[in-house]
T-cell receptor
Framework: DAKTTQPNSMESNEEEPVHLPCNHS???????IHWYRQLPSQGPEYVIH???SNVNNRMASLAIAEDRKSSTLILHRATLRDAAVYYC?????????????FGTGTRLLVSP | GAVVSQHPSWVICKSGTSVKIECRSL??????MFWYRQFPKQSLMLMAT?????????EQGVEKDKFLINHASLTLSTLTVTSAHPEDSSFYIC?????????????FGSGTRLTVV
């Protein structure tokens, strides 16, 4: 499985934008970039995913580098409820079972 | 959106007993489900891939005789921790993917906290 590298933690103030980086230099052409977040004592929650183009949804935006070796999850206005561990995961689109393998993630702290 | 229900949310059992955890896809069919384990302050570790109508595929280092997985139908997978011991105490999470309507993300259950005393 191709690996991702994320900072261990990041801090933000409420209502400010947050840019969470992820490096995936060994990404293959068929790997999708997935982002999930996990609040304490809960299962992970899907945030966004993409393949090559930038993606937007109601939760966040995903900016994918042109060479696809890195991506950035953008929370446009952080709220206290966004405090969570954010995981950047590569999913092989060609693999039959298409399992998700989690890395260590980035713990986002949001201050009022 | 797709919903995965996991039950129970927490369970305490005595050492040596077995515990069954259920994972249901409520509004979609899931031919494949995934089981994870998470220890405090650590990331999720994939244990096995559960396949409807066939044997589960276990990740390296996971004891298949200890963690029994049964994917009985397109909406139900169960994980049974047999002869549980205190070191099996952990947060167990299941996941499924609704492939019926295009390429969407994976949905996770709310997790089961197992404490073995």
């Amino acid at each position: 499985d191709a690996k991702t590298t994320q900072p261990n933690s990041m801090e933000s103030n409420e209502e400010e934008p947050v840019h969470l980086p992820c490096n995936h230099s060994t990404i293959s052409g068929t790997d999708y970039i997935h982002w999930y977040r996990q609040l304490p004592s809960q299962g992970p929650e899907y945030v966004i995913h993409g393949l090559t183009s930038n993606v937007n949804n109601r939760m966040a935006s995903l900016a994918i580098a042109e060479d696809r070796k890195s991506s950035t999850l953008i929370l446009h206005r952080a709220t206290l409820r966004d405090a969570a561990v954010y995981y950047c995961i590569l999913r092989d689109g060609n693999t039959g079972f298409q399992k998700l393998v989690f890395g260590t993630g980035t713990r986002l702290l949001v201050s009022p | 959106g797709a919903v995965v229900s996991q039950h129970p949310s927490w369970v305490i059992c005595k050492s040596g007993t077995s515990v069954k955890i259920e994972c249901r896809s409520l509004d979609f069919q899931a031919t494949t489900m995934f089981w994870y384990r998470q220890f405090p302050k650590q990331s999720l570790m994939l244990m096995a891939t559960s396949n409807e109508g066939s044997k589960a595929t276990y990740e390296q280092g996971v004891e298949k005789d200890k963690f029994l997985i049964n994917h009985a139908s397109l909406t139900l997978s169960t994980l049974t921790v047999t002869s549980a011991h205190p070191e099996d105490s952990s947060f167990y999470i299941c996941s499924a993917r609704d492939t019926g309507f295009g390429d969407y993300g994976y949905t996770f259950g709310s997790g089961t906290r197992l404490t073995v005393v």
